[in-house]
């Protein structure tokens, strides 16, 4: 879950990390006063949940209380990148000296926390990669053991930083990573920490992702969750309850189980095709559950041949056919669907989708091959094999 930025700065106001004084307004008229109230310079800032703000026109400085009533104005009456924009935080404007980058992120594959420090502050970290790799230092972090002061002395010296600047520094990056801790996140950072004209540190601006997983331990969090924010298919699948993640290809996916998920989209990828979405309807998914599934599919525009793909254990295959039959019915279904039914109740699902516009395969390989045949091969690209023809490897057929 994605916050915005004046949740995550309330936050991380709590554990010591400095802000600039700020003020959150929902028209104009309030953006107006809210300058008047600190000070008159500001920066109106949209609070959406997009990247690029800056670039977008979605922030923007003002002198005076009437610049910045008119700066709102402009911000909150058009969308950004696409994302409504309902509020506007407008923040006390300083003199910014330096500029550097302190974030925290889960890192999977070394199964701890990387803390990163760039003395390049104020751009997306993935652009400072690309360009200047060797400005980014990291550490990782044992998430039982914590983050060591050896550590945090490292990354003060990597942004060369020393003296009192250092240690205030030290304590900064020590703050975010209990921040980090406290709250389950995946992501935390700042983003650009600013050294002041006064030479103090302040942050302005934050991005905080929370693991959604964690949401039910954490209440107060979960009450943050912005429903607009969400893509509209993700969020009819949050209703539905399934599991769903938007993907660039053609070949829309149903299938039970995240392995069997995961090995459906590499077996349409093996046969040149790609796959648009991952799909979970998981154990024991009711027919409601599967026809809501497949509407999220059928209404995808992308989508140009859909893939029902079934181990039946504790999920019925003949429950999953009778919604498929019924998602026919309303006369939504513009694209050709293929399944491979196996397990639980598979030949009574089998009888239920012959003699339909259901096209019937009897293993994965054959079911994802003719899934994207249908869909016209790999967007931009043509139909056609990427792997070994028609042999390919035979565990593929099989059930995980």
Do not use: W
């Amino acid at each position: 879950m994605k916050t915005h930025e004046y949740q995550a700065r309330e936050i991380l106001q709590g554990y010591g990390i400095p802000f600039p004084a700020a003020q959150v307004a929902s028209t104009p008229e309030e953006a107006e006063a809210a300058a008047a109230g600190l000070g008159g310079a500001v920066v109106v800032k949209a609070q959406a949940l997009v990247g690029g703000r800056g670039k977008a026109g979605g922030i923007k400085r003002a002198a005076t209380p009437s610049e910045a009533r008119e700066a709102a104005a402009a911000i909150l009456g058009a969308p950004l990148k696409g994302r409504p924009v309902r509020k506007v935080l407008v923040a006390q404007a300083v003199t910014v000296v330096r500029e550097y980058y302190v974030g925290a992120v889960l890192d999977r594959s070394a199964k701890a926390i990387t803390v990163m420090v760039s003395a390049v502050g104020g751009m997306d970290i993935e652009e400072v990669a690309r360009t200047s790799p060797g400005s980014i230092v990291r550490v990782s972090a044992d998430p039982l053991l914590g983050l060591a002061d050896y550590q945090t002395r490292e990354l003060a010296r990597a942004a060369g930083l020393a003296g009192d600047q250092a240690r205030a520094f030290r304590a900064m990056i020590a703050a975010l990573f209990t921040a980090f801790l406290a709250n389950d996140c995946t992501l935390l950072e700042v983003n650009p920490l600013a050294l002041t004209e006064t030479g103090v540190f302040a942050a302005l601006d934050a991005k905080m992702i929370i693991d959604d997983n964690a949401l039910a331990r954490q209440p107060g969090l979960a009450a943050l969750h912005d429903p607009e924010t969400d893509e509209p298919a993700e969020a009819e699948a949050l209703k539905v309850g399934v599991s769903y993640i938007e993907l660039e290809g053609n070949v829309g996916c149903l299938v039970n189980g995240a392995g069997l998920a995961m090995a459906t989209m590499d077996v349409i990828q093996l046969f040149g095709g790609e796959p648009a979405n991952f799909l979970d309807i998981g154990g024991g998914a009711r027919v409601e559950q599967v026809r809501g599934a497949l509407r999220i599919l059928f209404h995808d525009p992308c989508v140009r041949a859909v893939l029902v793909n079934i181990f039946g254990g504790i999920t019925r295959c003949d429950v999953v056919a009778q919604a498929v039959v019924d998602a026919f019915a309303p006369g939504e279904v513009t694209v050709p669907v293929v399944a491979r039914l196996v397990g639980t109740n598979a030949a009574e699902g089998r009888a239920i989708l012959d003699g339909t516009a259901v096209v019937l395969a009897d293993t994965m390989n054959e079911a994802a091959k003719k899934a994207v045949e249908l869909a016209g091969g790999r967007p931009g690209g043509s139909a056609g094999l990427a792997g070994p023809g028609d042999a390919p490897p035979a565990a593929g057929g099989m059930a995980p």
